[in-house]
């Protein structure tokens, strides 16, 4: 026996990188899983792999009830689906903003809502919101991203009162530079890779970047039954970028 055996779980954004890792680590502790995704058919068994467009309520209220038709049950959302953006205040024209806060706020609260009416049904019901380092700390050039980030920070505590009585857990996962393909990307299209690299794991205390493992593992912390009396939490995964303040290397 595992502390999954028996329930049911939506990681969105499950195809790849933190998502890929949590629906996969969920799996091998004894969940259902569905892979919500715009590329389902890169999910491996024995994750299910359900397209979703988390800016889509249509979309995503098909894939929510899939999944539940599917397993007979809903018990666990991960809320992990999310696009990135870089630059100052002014780098960012209205429509990609707009862009940005549809995928990582109000693709949270579309999940959420559709799976409410399952996982009040449900007596080990959560959710669990991936946030980031920057939803409080002031990182350089990333005023979009940690805007949408601060919002999913501030949903989540909201969510969780609204929501503890119902026997309904939410929580977060606040990662720090995580060394996912999106990340790879980000690092292939810098005028200097290596340079860039360097800089991201020196900015963590711990001097690495952190692993998708390491945060999946902290989400199924955060969504075990194990956990019942932890909600409310943003759990840092970020190297010690949030507590730690150490003197520069001598």
């Not at 595992?2 to 954004?13: E, K, R, S």
């Not at 397993?71 to 630059?87: C, E, P, S, T, Y």
């Not at 390491?214 to 909600?231: D, K, Q």
Request: with cysteine.
């Amino acid at each position: 026996m595992t502390d999954f055996d028996g329930l049911a779980a939506i990681v969105t954004g499950g195809a790849s990188g933190i998502g890929r890792a949590t629906a996969e680590l969920l799996a091998a502790r004894g969940a259902r899983v569905a892979a919500l995704d715009l590329n389902p058919d890169q999910v491996a068994d024995p994750v299910v792999g359900i397209r979703c467009d988390v800016t889509d309520d249509a979309s995503v209220r098909a894939a929510v009830a899939e999944a539940a038709e599917r397993f007979g049950r809903l018990d666990i959302v991960i809320n992990n689906a999310g696009i990135g953006a870089q630059g100052d205040v002014a780098a960012n024209d209205d429509a990609q903003w707009a862009q940005v806060l549809d995928v990582n706020v109000i693709g949270m609260a579309r999940v959420s809502r559709a799976a409410l009416p399952h996982l009040r049904q449900s007596p080990a019901a959560a959710i669990v919101n991936t946030c980031s380092i920057a939803a409080w700390a002031g990182l350089p050039q990333r005023a979009l991203y940690s805007a949408s980030k601060g919002a999913v920070y501030g949903l989540t505590l909201a969510m969780a009162a609204d929501h503890v009585r119902e026997g309904i857990r939410v929580n977060a996962v606040a990662p720090g530079t995580v060394d996912t393909p999106w990340v790879g990307r980000l690092l292939d299209a810098a005028a200097d890779p290596a340079a860039e690299r360097a800089a991201l794991q020196a900015r963590q205390p711990s001097g690495r970047l952190v692993t998708a493992d390491e945060v999946a593992h902290a989400v199924c912390y955060l969504a075990s039954p194990l956990s019942g009396s932890t909600a409310g939490t943003v759990l840092a995964v970020d190297g010690g970028m949030y507590g730690l303040r150490l003197r520069p290397p001598s």
